[in-house]
């Protein structure tokens, strides 16, 4: 080392450096000579932007992690490419040891940093809360979420959302794996010992309390101007006033108000039972279920483009100017028998849609997902137009129907599409 100390820098083929190997092998002696040679080892990133801190966060390596952190205190700091400190890896690796070590060196820095450290969001806006409370690992949350002791002097943000909008008790709602866990019960406590609330709950106060203040305050620019002139308690530089304004008289509150009224009809909480439902059910079930309500989608909406006899054939003597003589079903005929298999068919396929619309809600490109499936839908709809007697006038208001069915989902979909703005409008103010 002494003399070629350039040999410590050197990567692999893999991006790793010396310190890289020694950390995640927990070789502490060759740590320490690293150290030695050049404390900035410490700070050096692997091809995938970690640090040697993170490898022995990762491996659980506790001694090397006092190593780091006594000869380089700045590396606590040291986040990844994709946003991870130390505390994100130990946790996303079940490293809850080295993660309980971290949090008690961390209160040898100011409180400041503390804070800062501890509500960091990774590449998906999940904080170390987060990942604790979704992995189910108690003691983590415990010493996050104690308020009588370490807790207090982290000031955890408890209803602070990630990137898909949901608050740590979110994050337990959508990760039960066993019904009446004893574990999520013991969290679910904390959390809510700690003032931590679900999204929607938070979406609901806000409105409230933004309404009750616009009911008080001057709902003018010039009483707005002449009342912040005659308080001192709350006034408002000049440079902000818009930006102020803006805040406190929030354009988009028709959509809050639009999201109170449709959160309390008789359709959305069948809706919230039914989610409710789904979430205390374990993946086994949930698979099951995915798969009888595709077969039934499927097999429904087969019958729609197969229907039973066929479909109608020109053979020359039908009236040349009647439209899409040729494309009608054989069983429109009968009206009555069609109309039942049209209403039965649609009733199955659409129920069966609402199914994987739940069971697919916190899947992965969950947006485009539904525009497919809406597409879809519509597509089923058309279909049963297209194959209708013409002068069959009650297959037009079951499509209605249907139509005002996918409307009611569509006006889910705003909502929660505005729920999520709200919540990114929120974390961008915070951290501006």
Not at 135 to 153: T, Y
Not at 327 to 350: H, K, R
């Amino acid at each position: 080392m002494s003399l070629k100390p350039e040999l410590a820098k050197r990567v692999n083929r893999d991006g790793f450096s010396p310190i890289h190997m020694a950390s995640a092998n927990g070789y502490l002696e060759i740590v320490k000579e690293l150290l030695m040679s050049n404390k900035e080892l410490s700070r050096q990133k692997s091809a995938d932007g970690r640090t040697a801190i993170h490898f022995a966060a990762i491996t659980g390596r506790v001694d090397v992690l006092r190593a780091l952190i006594n000869t380089c205190p700045e590396c606590k700091a040291d986040l990844t490419d994709q946003d991870e400190s130390a505390l994100h890896v130990a946790l996303k690796n079940n490293q809850v040891e080295p993660f309980e070590i971290l949090l008690g060196m961390l209160k040898e820095i100011n409180t400041e940093e503390i804070t800062r450290l501890v509500n960091t969001k990774d590449h998906d806006g999940n904080t170390i809360l987060h990942i604790a409370v979704a992995r189910k690992q108690l003691r983590a949350a415990k010493l996050l979420l104690d308020q009588g002791g370490v807790g207090s002097i982290f000031k955890v943000e408890v209803n602070s959302s990630n990137g898909s909008g949901y608050t740590a008790l979110d994050m337990l709602f959508h990760s039960r794996r066993i019904v009446d866990d004893p574990i999520d019960h013991k969290i679910r406590k904390m959390l809510q010992q700690a003032g931590a609330f679900r999204s929607e709950e938070i979406i609901v106060a806000v409105t409230s309390t933004v309404a009750t203040h616009q009911v008080d305050q001057p709902t003018t620019f010039d009483s707005y101007q002449a009342g912040e002139n005659n308080s001192t308690s709350h006034h408002v530089p000049e440079n902000n006033l818009a930006e102020n304004l803006c805040c406190k008289y929030d354009l988009l509150m028709p959509w809050k108000f639009m999201y109170k009224e449709v959160s309390s009809l008789f359709i959305w909480k069948i809706w919230s039972t039914l989610t409710q439902e789904i979430e205390n059910s374990t993946p086994e079930m949930r698979n099951s279920l995915m798969v009888v309500a595709v077969l039934i989608a499927t097999v429904t909406y087969q019958s729609v483009l197969s229907p039973p006899g066929g479909y109608r054939e020109f053979n020359g003597f039908e009236d040349p100017d009647q439209i899409h003589s040729d494309g009608i079903s054989i069983i429109a005929s009968d009206a009555l028998m069609f109309f039942f298999v049209i209403f039965f068919s649609s009733i199955g396929f659409f129920l069966s849609v609402v199914i994987i619309l739940m069971l697919t809600s916190q899947f992965p490109l969950k947006l485009l997902l539904r525009l497919a499936v809406l597409a879809v839908s519509a597509d089923f709809v058309c279909t049963i137009l297209y194959i209708a007697p013409i002068e069959f006038s009650t297959i037009y208001v079951v499509t209605m129907v249907m139509f005002v069915l996918v409307g009611i989902h569509l006006l889910y979909f705003i909502s929660w599409m505005f729920r999520r703005s709200r919540m990114a409008g929120r974390r961008k103010q915070a951290q501006g």
